[in-house]
C-alpha cells in the first residue's frame, strides 16, 4: 500500500518526483524514499517519517538525474524504518525498484536467496524481488527478460517499478494481479509512471493503464507493453480531464473539509446528463443494462469495503423497494470465501472509489467466473475496476484526497437511487406517476445538501461538547441505520474515537449495558418511515445517563425537546434521506478531529487505497 513516482526524459528527475509524491500523500504512508540514476550510479536517499524529512536529506545531500523513481510507504512487512523504506537496491548495486503489494512467497523466496549467499539490508518482502532481478541481470539477460524471470516467481499480487544502471533508458514496471494501478503518462520527450494519476496529472493528461498481467518498458520516447512472458499487447490511451487544480486545498484547511463542501457541486455532476426530468426518466449508458438483461437478473449482490459498503447497504433497500428485486450485501473481503451462489441471473454490483480496492476486485473476480453480470460504481477513470466491468456507474466526484470519503459515499448513495429507479423502469415495476415523482426528487438534492452545509457553525458547536469523550454510540434503523455505521466510522478514522455504528432496535439487546453519562449516543431520526421507532431509543438512553445527539429534520419538536443536542437536516424525501443525515455527521467529525489537532487527512495507520488484502 504505497505511493509510487517515476520519470525518464531531459529535466532533473529529483523535484518532478518529490512532487508527484506529494500529492499521493494522501494515501497514507511511514516512510518515503527516491532513487536517481547519477553519473552511471544509482543514488537513494531514504528515511522513515513523512516526506518533510525526505526533502531534508535530499537537500543535505542532493542527487540529480534524469530518470528516477520514488516511494511513499505504509509498512506490510517489517517496521517504518529507514533500512525498510523503499526504494531497494540489488546486492549488485545495479538495480533498484518501489513496490506495492505483498509477495506471499517471501519467506521461500528469502530462504533461496540467502542459500545464494544474499545478504538482506530490510526485513521487507520486497526486497526479494530486486535480489531476483540482480540475480538474473549477473547472468548476462537484458534487463526486461531479467524482471520476467523475476516476476515468475512472484505468489501474490504487485505493482513494480524498476531502474537499472545496465540499461539506462528505460524504466521497467508492472503489474501482477489487483494490487496497486500502474498508470503511465504520456509526455513530449518524456513519460511518467505513477500508481496513481494525481502523482503526473499537471504533466499529462494522456495515460495509459496496465492490466494485470503486463509489463510496460517506458522509454523517453514511447512506451512498450507486453504479457508476462513477452508478448507484445497492443494498448489504449485515455485523455484524463481532471484538472491538477481540483487536487488542492484551495481556501480549506483540509481536504476533507474541502470535500465535504464539494458536495454539492459533485452530486449536481452525478444527476446532470443522467435525468430526464421532463420525461421523468434515468439514463446510464456506460451500465449496459438493457430491457431484456433487466428482465432477466432475478437477484442483485453488491460488494465493498469500508465507507462502499455503507453506501452499498442503502442500496439494497433501494434496489429492493423501487425495483422489486431481491439484493445481498455482502462485504467484499468475505464474499469469494463463503463461494457465493451466482449465475448468468444474477447481476454484481461492486462499489469502490479507487476502482483499486483488491478485495473488491477478487470479489469481482469471482462473480465473473460464476458468469454473474458484472456491474461497478467507481470514482477512479480508467481503474481495474471499471475495465473489468460490463457496465459502470462513474461517480463524476473528481479527485477525493483525503483518506477518510466524504463525496464517494454521497455520490454511490444517488447512483444506487437512479439505478434501483431505472431497473424498475424496465423491468416495469413502476408505473409512471411513481417514476416521474422518484426522478423529480432528485432535483432537489443539491440544494438539500447546500442547506446541510449551511448549517456547519451549530454542528461545530455539538464538536466542542464532545471532543474529550472516549466512545461514542451511532443508533439508525431502516434506510438510515448504514449512516449510523459510516457516522460512526467517520469519528473513528480521523478522531481516534472509539465508536460503534448499531441498528438501533438492537441496542437494548447488549449496547444498552455500555450507556451512561460518559457514552454520547448519536441517533438518526429523520421523518423516515422509521421515525416513530427511533423516540424509545433516545428515551431508554436518557433514562440511563446519556447524553443524546440526534440527527433531525428542520422544525421537530419532539426530537427537540428530547435531545440534548440536535444536528438538523432539511425535509428529504426519505430513499434520498441518507444523503442529508450522513452531512452533519461528517462535519462532526471533522470539527471532532480538528479540535483534537489531529491530521485529518491523514490519519494514523489508514491508506486511501487498500491494495491489499
Not at 529529483?14 to 512532487?19: A, E, Q, R, S, V
Not at 496497486?180 to 520527450?189: E, K, P, R, S
Not at 469481482?364 to 470514482?379: D, G, P
Not at 438512553?541 to 428530547?562: H, M, P, Q
Amino acid at each position: 500500500m504505497c505511493g509510487i513516482v517515476g520519470y525518464i526524459g531531459p529535466k532533473d528527475a529529483t523535484p518532478i518526483i518529490l512532487n508527484g509524491l506529494r500529492r499521493l500523500e494522501y494515501r497514507g504512508y511511514d516512510s518515503a524514499g527516491i532513487a536517481v540514476i547519477e553519473g552511471g550510479k544509482i543514488e537513494v536517499r531514504r528515511d522513515a517519517g513523512k516526506l518533510d524529512r525526505l526533502v531534508e536529506l535530499v537537500n543535505e545531500v542532493p542527487l540529480h538525474g534524469q530518470i528516477g523513481i520514488g516511494h511513499t510507504r505504509w509498512a506490510t512487512h517489517g517496521e517504518p524504518s529507514a533500512r525498510n523504506a523503499h526504494p531497494h537496491l540489488g546486492a549488485s548495486g545495479t538495480v533498484v525498484l518501489a513496490h506495492n503489494g505483498i509477495v506471499e512467497n517471501y519467506i521461500e523466496l528469502r530462504e533461496e536467496l540467502s542459500a545464494e549467499g544474499v545478504e538482506f539490508k530490510s526485513d521487507t518482502d520486497t526486497e526479494v524481488i530486486v535480489q531476483l532481478v540482480d540475480r538474473y541481470l549477473s547472468l548476462e539477460m537484458s534487463f526486461v527478460e531479467a524482471a520476467q524471470r523475476a516476476f515468475s516467481h512472484l505468489k501474490g499480487a504487485h505493482g513494480i517499478v524498476l531502474l537499472s544502471t545496465k540499461e539506462t533508458d528505460k524504466i521497467v514496471t508492472a503489474r501482477i494481479g489487483n494490487a496497486g494501478g500502474v498508470v503511465i503518462g504520456i509526455g513530449q520527450g518524456e513519460m511518467f509512471v505513477a500508481s496513481d494519476m494525481p502523482a503526473i496529472l499537471e504533466h499529462s493528461r494522456q495515460m495509459v493503464f496496465l492490466e494485470s498481467g503486463q509489463i510496460g518498458v517506458v522509454k523517453r520516447d514511447g512506451l512498450a507493453v507486453m504479457t508476462l512472458d513477452g508478448k507484445p499487447v497492443v494498448f489504449d490511451e485515455h485523455t484524463v480531464a481532471w484538472d491538477p487544480v481540483a487536487a488542492e486545498k484551495g481556501e480549506y484547511r483540509h481536504f476533507m473539509h474541502k470535500e465535504i463542501h464539494e458536495q454539492v457541486r459533485s452530486l449536481t455532476d452525478t444527476i446532470g446528463g443522467r435525468v430526464d426530468f421532463d420525461a421523468g426518466r434515468i439514463y446510464l449508458p456506460q451500465l449496459n443494462l438493457t430491457p431484456e438483461l433487466a428482465q432477466r437478473i432475478n437477484k442483485v449482490f453488491i460488494t465493498a469495503c469500508g465507507t462502499a459498503s455503507h453506501a452499498g447497504m442503502v442500496g439494497k433497500t433501494l434496489i429492493e423497494r423501487i425495483a422489486r428485486v431481491p439484493v445481498e450485501m455482502d462485504i467484499a473481503s468475505e464474499f469469494r470465501y463463503r463461494d457465493p451462489i451466482l449465475d448468468e441471473n444474477t447481476a454484481v454490483l461492486a462499489i469502490s472509489q479507487s476502482g483499486e480496492t483488491a478485495d473488491t476486485l477478487a470479489a469481482m473476480e469471482e462473480a465473473r467466473q460464476k458468469k454473474a453480470t458484472l456491474w461497478s460504481i467507481v470514482n477512479v477513470i480508467g481503474s481495474q475496476a471499471m475495465r473489468i466491468s460490463d457496465g459502470y456507474i462513474s461517480m463524476q466526484t473528481g479527485p477525493e484526497i483525503g483518506v477518510a470519503s466524504t463525496k464517494a459515499y454521497t455520490a454511490p448513495l444517488v447512483d444506487l437511487y437512479m439505478l434501483a429507479v431505472l431497473l424498475a423502469d424496465l423491468r416495469g415495476s413502476l408505473n409512471e406517476s411513481n417514476r416521474r415523482e422518484l426522478v423529480a426528487d432528485l432535483r432537489l438534492v443539491p440544494d438539500l445538501v447546500s442547506r446541510c452545509l449551511d448549517l456547519e457553525p451549530e454542528v461545530e458547536e455539538v464538536a466542542w461538547a464532545l471532543k474529550d469523550f472516549s466512545h461514542c454510540l451511532y443508533l439508525g434503523r431502516g434506510i438510515n441505520m448504514p449512516t449510523a455505521y459510516e457516522g460512526a466510522l467517520k469519528l473513528k478514522e480521523i478522531s481516534y474515537i472509539h465508536a460503534e455504528g448499531y441498528p438501533a432496535g438492537e441496542m437494548k439487546h447488549g449496547p444498552i449495558a455500555l450507556i451512561d453519562e460518559n457514552m454520547p449516543i448519536v441517533v438518526i431520526a429523520p421523518r423516515d418511515p422509521w421515525y416513530e421507532k427511533m423516540f424509545s431509543q433516545i428515551e431508554q438512553a436518557k433514562a440511563r445517563g446519556g447524553i443524546v445527539v440526534a440527527v433531525a429534520t428542520e422544525g421537530d419538536d419532539v426530537i427537540s425537546a428530547l435531545a440534548d443536542h440536535v444536528l438538523w437536516v432539511p425535509p428529504t424525501p426519505w430513499m434520498l434521506s441518507p444523503v442529508t443525515t450522513v452531512i452533519p455527521l461528517q462535519i462532526l467529525a471533522y470539527h471532532i478531529a480538528a479540535l483534537r489537532g489531529l491530521d485529518v487527512d491523514q490519519p494514523r495507520n489508514l491508506a486511501k487505497s487498500v491494495t491489499v488484502e
